[in-house]
């Protein structure tokens, strides 16, 4: 582990230059109507038995970075973040699709 530190860089975890970028649509699952029921996605008549696709946005980060880090993920299993002490908790919704 003390490898793996040494080897980190706080403009990635900043997403400061050479490490910023534009918004960015990450799937997350799929959309559910009640628990363990899966909403059909209509616009694909090739596979009538596929699930929606659920996305979340990542938004766009220019040279100074975010001025919280990036959640990790064991940040994100432990619910640690989505107060906005981290960046991209994944809660955006998604505006290019």
Request: charged share 25%.
């Amino acid at each position: 582990m003390a490898l793996l530190t040494s080897l980190s860089d706080d403009r990635v975890r900043f997403e400061r230059t050479p490490f910023d970028h534009p918004e960015l649509c990450v799937p997350t699952g799929h959309v559910e109507l009640l628990p363990n029921l899966l909403r059909r996605d209509a616009a694909d008549p090739k596979f009538p038995m596929s699930a929606a696709d659920q996305w979340a946005a990542i938004p766009a980060v220019g040279r100074n970075g975010n001025p919280v880090p990036l959640q990790t993920f064991e940040e994100m299993l432990l619910g640690i973040g989505s107060d906005g002490s981290r960046a991209h908790h994944q809660k955006d919704v998604c505006s290019i699709q």
